[in-house]
């Protein structure tokens, strides 16, 4: 069974497959961020608890969500899987300024540590598996963005 035969049939193949966006045939994290812009962009406007909450449940599924689909494919971390991505892009933009300006430079900062996975992303993305392996680099490529991005913030501001 691949992918594409399932997204559209299993609604946890759909949400761990990023609603779809994960289906793109070259660079599917990337593609699974810019969702997940899209959803933050609903997500924004939350006070800064209920965001943190949404996370939070966010994520507590994704691991269910990734392990369960992870499986059915039988493959460990299908690139398709970017629930993830979602996960970790939402994490960067915790309490994040206001504007597009931010938003670009969330997406860029955290589509760079998760793809370059400087130590210990890298190390976790090898060692750790399931749902949780799937996950947890991702969100740390999330906290590296997350605390770059108000680093940035603090700095120029």
Not at 7 to 21: D, E, I, M, R
Not at 129 to 149: K, Q, R, T, Y
Request: charged content about 10%; proline content about 5%.
């Amino acid at each position: 069974m691949t992918p594409k035969d399932t997204c559209w049939k299993n609604p946890v193949h759909f949400l761990a497959f990023g609603c779809g966006s994960g289906l793109a045939p070259k660079a599917p994290g990337t593609f699974g961020t810019i969702a997940a812009v899209l959803f933050y962009l609903l997500l924004q406007g939350l006070t800064l608890w209920v965001y943190l909450g949404v996370l939070v449940v966010a994520t507590l599924i994704g691991f269910w969500l990734c392990d369960r689909t992870a499986k059915d494919l039988g493959v460990h971390d299908h690139p398709a899987i970017v629930w993830d991505e979602f996960c970790g892009f939402w994490l960067t933009m915790i309490a994040a300024p206001a504007g597009w300006q931010w938003i670009l430079l969330g997406f860029g900062l955290f589509r760079l540590f998760d793809i370059w996975k400087p130590w210990p992303i890298g190390w976790l993305d090898k060692k750790v598996h399931g749902g949780i392996g799937i996950m947890v680099d991702d969100l740390v490529a999330g906290v590296f963005a997350f605390v770059s991005l108000q680093a940035i913030y603090h700095v120029i501001a």
